[in-house]
């Protein structure tokens, strides 16, 4: 199992970047798929990238083209570049890992980390 620990949140204005980082410990040696999932207040939780263990990465529609993510191996750290904040991307973000390939499972069955709070404010 991993252990998660999300940091990088806060408050900016619309038009600013974040970089979200979640640094990983345990069993990093073993193959996870890492995902950033988001929860905003009053609205359903969603995920907003992927990084398969292969390299893959995947990206909701409401933020493709804004937001990237990234893994440094040396460091066992999971990124999440956010350029082009919105108002709308107000939410508590998470990190999550699964064990092995991504899965529609990885939100029940995943490590997650505590959360950090990003802020956008218009």
């Known amino acids: 199992q991993v252990q998660l620990v999300d940091s990088g949140g806060g408050s900016v204005p619309a038009g600013s970047s974040l970089t979200l980082s979640c640094e990983v410990s345990?069993?990093?040696?073993?193959?996870?798929?890492m995902a950033w999932f988001r929860q905003a207040p009053d609205k359903e939780r969603e995920e907003v990238a992927e990084?398969?263990?292969?390299?893959?990465?995947t990206y909701s529609d409401a933020v493709k083209g804004r937001f990237t993510i990234s893994k440094d191996n040396s460091k066992n750290t999971l990124y999440l570049q956010m350029n082009s904040l919105k108002p709308e991307d107000t939410a508590m973000y998470y990190c999550v890992a699964e064990f092995g390939i991504c899965t529609t499972r990885i939100e029940d069955d995943g490590y997650w980390g505590q959360g950090t709070q990003v802020t956008v404010s218009s």
């Open positions: 990084f398969a263990a292969d390299g893959r990465t």
């Open positions: 345990g069993d990093t040696d073993s193959p996870y798929c």
